[in-house]
């Protein structure tokens, strides 16, 4: 079964530019979440995707958005980048079902100059 | 406010040696933790869960304890190996609608195991 797969693994963008990350999910997973890894900060929650409905937001400015397609795909995106937003951000996606872990992809690592 | 904490950002094992990891929560709402495990440049790795309505779960060297009153769960390997070296991360979840992708993280810890 393959993993979680984010594409691309390595982005370097300008302040003010916009980039949008890619996720797919484990073969019938339908729930994907997004993290944003900081030095600083750790692992911090985004957004939940479940069946293209975003079920859950993190304390981020709306600046970080998602969407999910009817195969379980996601997408993030971030507009107008700042400095700030060079970070490694994860993908995971999870099976049905409550009390089931998380599996993630190797994320992208993104650079704001 | 941190809701998971792990106040030991690094830890420093002999080889064969058992290493506890520890974690604090404050949300007495989680009802589901995890423990992950994490190399540069890589995604976290799952290692071991513990549902709220357990104390203990073992798989192979890896066994996680959960004191609810104490609102503390740790990580134990045992015996440790060089290639456990990596940034150990603590989660946890107030899963709802069937679904865990909500995962609260602690700051993790480094473990270092020395040959």
């Known amino acids: 079964k393959a993993g979680v797969t984010q594409t691309p693994r390595y982005l370097i963008k300008t302040r003010g530019q916009q980039v949008t990350l890619s996720c797919s999910p484990i073969?019938?997973?339908?729930?994907v979440s997004w993290y944003q890894q900081t030095p600083g900060q750790g692992l911090q929650f985004l957004f939940e995707?479940?069946?293209?409905?975003?079920?859950n937001k993190g304390n981020f400015p709306g600046r970080f958005s998602g969407r999910q397609f009817s195969n379980s795909r996601s997408e993030m995106n971030v507009s107008t980048l700042e400095l700030g937003d060079s970070a490694l951000y994860l993908c995971?996606?999870?099976?049905?079902?409550?009390?089931?872990?998380?599996?993630f992809g190797q994320g992208t690592r993104l650079t704001v100059v | 406010d941190q809701q998971v904490k792990q106040n030991s950002p690094s830890l420093s094992v002999q080889e064969g040696r058992i290493s506890i990891l520890n974690c604090d929560y404050t949300?007495?709402?989680?009802?589901?933790f995890l423990w992950y495990k994490k190399y540069p440049a890589e995604g976290p790795t799952f290692l071991i869960s513990?549902?709220?309505?357990?104390d203990k779960n073992e798989d192979g060297r890896f066994t996680v304890f959960l004191n609810k009153s104490a609102k503390h769960l740790s990580l134990h390997i045992v015996p440790s190996q060089p290639g456990d070296s990596a940034v150990y991360f603590c989660?946890?979840?107030?899963?709802?609608?069937?679904?865990?992708?909500?995962?609260?993280f602690g700051k993790g810890t480094k473990l270092s195991v020395k040959p």
């Open positions: 995971a996606s999870t099976s049905r079902g409550t009390n089931t872990e998380a599996f």
């Open positions: 073969s019938g997973h339908r729930s």
């Open positions: 995707y479940f069946s293209e409905t975003q079920r």
């Open positions: 949300n007495s709402m989680f009802d589901y």
């Open positions: 513990i549902s709220s309505i357990k």
């Open positions: 989660a946890a979840s107030a899963g709802y609608g069937g679904s865990q992708g909500n995962l609260i």
